[in-house]
């Protein structure tokens, strides 16, 4: 690899690595759906936030604020995942279960979920569970690209690689597959909140119950995934500068040692 212009390889070094923080926040905070939660009863708007494990549900039916955690919970069997603030995890798979099959389950913040099967609710306010684990799935497959990229930056930046694929064909590989997952990623989760019907459930019972009327949003944790992806971008459009750069630099000066026969040493 050239010595000259490795500022390049630098910045797509740190570049990569703000990519991984990003992706990191995206996949660990709680805030990919953001709502407002609106009722009669209410000083103010209660708030819901939730990510992809957790969240919180901040109710103001009373004087006092009551901060409530909430806890992803998803069923394989049923193809569905809520968001429940049952305090305890079997009361949290029941109401679930009951959000699956179109019955009301009682919502409020205890350790017992009775259920309702009167008026089913149709469709299922639920979120796939197929959707959920491709998001989670892509996600680490992108994070794991991410710090790939970011390893052969480093590795290009400070030292002659041995093998091609680990020179800056790699690297800039690495880039385009983790922008592309990101970019799957935000497609799966986008178009999914749009047409499947989540924003007006948000798969919790006491949106889905009608209790409050949602406000919803998608949180920063969803769109700093943007971010993530567009400094992948920036290091191929990096790598490929310096490519290009480089191939427009005069060559080096060479040096010839003509072939003398009386033997003079000749110093350059």
Known sequence: MAVTRRVYIFGAFLLSVLSVLLTVVAISSDSWVVSTATAEIQSRDSMIRYGLFTGELTLNTLVTPMSNALFMTCLSDFNACALSCKTEENARIIEVEALAQGFRPTPACTAVTEVDQNDPLY????????????????LFVQLAFGLVAASLAILNATKNPTE????????????????L?????????????????????????????????????????????ITSVLCNLIN?????????????????PTIKVDNHSDGTIFLY
Do not use: Q
């Open 123 to 138: 469709p299922p306010p639920v979120l796939s569970y197929a959707v959920y684990i491709a998001v989670i799935v892509v």
């Open 164 to 179: 091609p694929i680990f020179g800056l064909p790699g690297c800039l590989w690495a880039n385009v597959l983790t922008a």
């Open 181 to 225: 997952l990101g970019s799957i990623v935000l497609l799966i989760f986008g178009i999914y909140w749009l047409v499947s019907g989540l924003k007006d459930h948000l798969a919790i019972s006491y949106i889905a119950l009608g209790l409050f009327v949602p406000g919803p949003s998608l949180g920063y944790s969803y769109w700093i995934l």
């Open 236 to 252: 191929v459009c990096l790598i490929r500068l310096r490519s290009y750069l480089l191939e427009r630099d005069p060559p080096p």
